[in-house]
């Protein structure tokens, strides 16, 4: 699939945010209103006024959102499609492979108001969404895949110099003086110092990041030791600014492991290319949730949220009644006491039901 990290990065945390919100909304019918979401001066915000103006002011986006997870879930189902597992713990691996550690991501989570599960269902939607959309895409030849491979195979599939390195993170020169001195001594462990000392994200992984290719360090400072040092061998302090206008720090690097540049054959990446290659010729996401949002059957039983209703091919709105009850158009409302019927269950149609 996309190759591109970065990209799962903007994806899965724009999606998860507004599945976070769309959770909030959902306690609305969970009778604790009145309890307390915040206290100011001496002022309740209830959680009832919480959670009505985030319906008001999110509503409509999550809703649609949620709409459209179903009909993608639906028609993934019905194309006969599934989902590989092992390809969903790569997307996940990738994705905390971009932190110091194991830990650092769950803080990161935790700071969205998110849990793993809840990157794990995003990132499974957008592999369903990425197989619907490269489902169609047929009739290519060993000879196409080729060319492609050779038109994007530096900046795709070879692979550039790594490195593993460890950190250490400080304030002052003279500080940085000292645990380099501390880090030069025999049987020194890098680690432990960086647990001691650094200032750094990496300080509970004993200083060490992730595997990157050394054009991607930051700050850039750091790319020429990464580059040349040997391995298992420390800088001396090196003078960085990471915040502009902010005052300098100073950073200690080991090299831990280093990876020479590697020419990609196809043989070895053509599983990727044809990944790749199907994805250039997909049809567009927004293409995807209209073909499927006018084949919908999408009753909306909430009077705020009947405009939406617009967007697919049922037009199911709630009726209006003329002198002496008598029904004016639309459909029969729910029986009362019913609920509207739920994913799975048959559901009234209207006649422009398509």
């Given at each position: ?23 909030a909304v959902s306690l609305s019918g969970a ?51 599934k989902v590989d597992p092992a390809e969903i ?96 001594q025999k049987d020194a462990s890098f680690a ?163």
């Open positions: 699939m996309c190759n591109v990290l970065h990209k799962y990065l903007r994806q899965v945390i724009g999606g998860l945010v507004v599945l976070t919100v769309a959770a009778g604790c209103g009145k309890h307390p979401v915040a206290l100011v001066n001496g002022h309740r915000i209830d959680e009832a006024d919480f959670i009505k103006r985030l319906k008001q002011e999110q509503g409509k986006p999550i809703l649609m959102s949620m709409i459209d997870e179903i009909l993608v879930a639906d028609a993934f189902e019905r194309a006969g499609l713990d790569k997307r996940i691996k990738e994705l905390q492979d971009r932190f110091p550690n194991h830990d650092e991501f769950v803080k990161w989570l935790d700071g969205q108001g998110l849990t793993e599960e809840d990157v794990r269902g995003k990132i499974e939607l957008m592999y369903k969404v990425e197989k619907l959309c490269t489902k169609d895409v047929k009739g290519y030849t060993e000879a196409d895949l080729k060319k492609f491979f050779e038109e994007h195979r530096k900046e795709r599939y070879d692979k550039p110099l790594r490195v593993t390195i460890s950190d250490i993170l400080v304030n002052t020169k003279a500080e940085a003086d000292k645990v380099y001195a501390l880090a030069k432990d110092l960086a647990r001691q000392y650094s200032m750094s994200a990496t300080r509970s992984a004993g200083g060490r990041w992730p595997e990157r290719p050394v054009d991607q360090i930051f700050p850039k400072e750091l790319r020429k030791p990464a580059a040349t040092l040997p391995v298992g061998s420390i800088s001396k302090p090196i003078e960085i600014r990471l915040i502009e206008g902010e005052p300098s720090q100073w950073i200690i690097i080991k090299v831990d492991e280093r990876k020479a540049s590697e020419k990609a054959k196809f043989e070895n990446v053509r599983k990727q290319v044809e990944e790749d290659y199907k994805q250039s010729k997909a049809k567009s996401i927004s293409s995807l949730l209209n073909e499927l949002r006018e084949k919908a059957q999408v009753n909306i039983y909430d009077v705020e949220f009947q405009d939406l209703l617009e967007l697919y091919g049922t037009s199911t709105k709630l009726p209006t009644f003329g002198p002496g009850g008598t029904q004016q158009g639309g459909t029969s409302p729910a029986p009362s006491g019913s609920q509207p019927p739920t994913r799975g269950e048959s559901s009234p149609k209207s006649q422009n039901t398509q």
